[in-house]
């Protein structure tokens, strides 16, 4: 089994709610990413940016797909000072 290659920028990653444990593949040039936790009231996307943070040693944030299993992610800045 390969390591999956972790992203550099913007990127995209489909969602599957409702999964048995939290991972992330990368298939046919698109992170999938199985996660947990319901997507109801919020609770998959709070759990997919608890997941990726941690995956990556860096914070991130959904810049789209609120509503959709489609999002695209980006790096939070780091703040200076």
Same mark, same amino acid.
């Given at each position: 089994?390969?390591?999956?290659?972790?992203?550099?920028?913007?990127?995209?990653? +489909?969602? /599957?709610? =409702?999964?048995?444990?939290?991972?992330?593949?990368?298939?046919?040039?698109?992170? $999938?990413?199985? #996660?947990?936790?319901?997507?109801? +009231?919020? /609770?998959? =996307?709070?759990?997919?940016?608890?997941?990726?943070?941690?995956?990556?040693?860096? $914070?991130?944030? #959904?810049?789209?797909?609120?509503?959709?299993?489609?999002?695209?992610?980006?790096?939070?800045?780091?703040?200076?000072?």
């Amino acid at each position: 089994m390969t390591e999956t290659p972790k992203p550099t920028g913007v990127f995209k990653v +489909k969602v /599957k709610p =409702n999964a048995l444990r939290n991972e992330i593949r990368f298939e046919q040039g698109i992170y $999938k990413a199985s #996660i947990a936790a319901p997507a109801d +009231k919020n /609770k998959a =996307n709070k759990e997919l940016i608890k997941f990726l943070s941690k995956w990556l040693g860096r $914070k991130v944030a #959904i810049k789209s797909g609120f509503t959709s299993r489609e999002k695209l992610i980006s790096f939070c800045r780091q703040s200076t000072g």
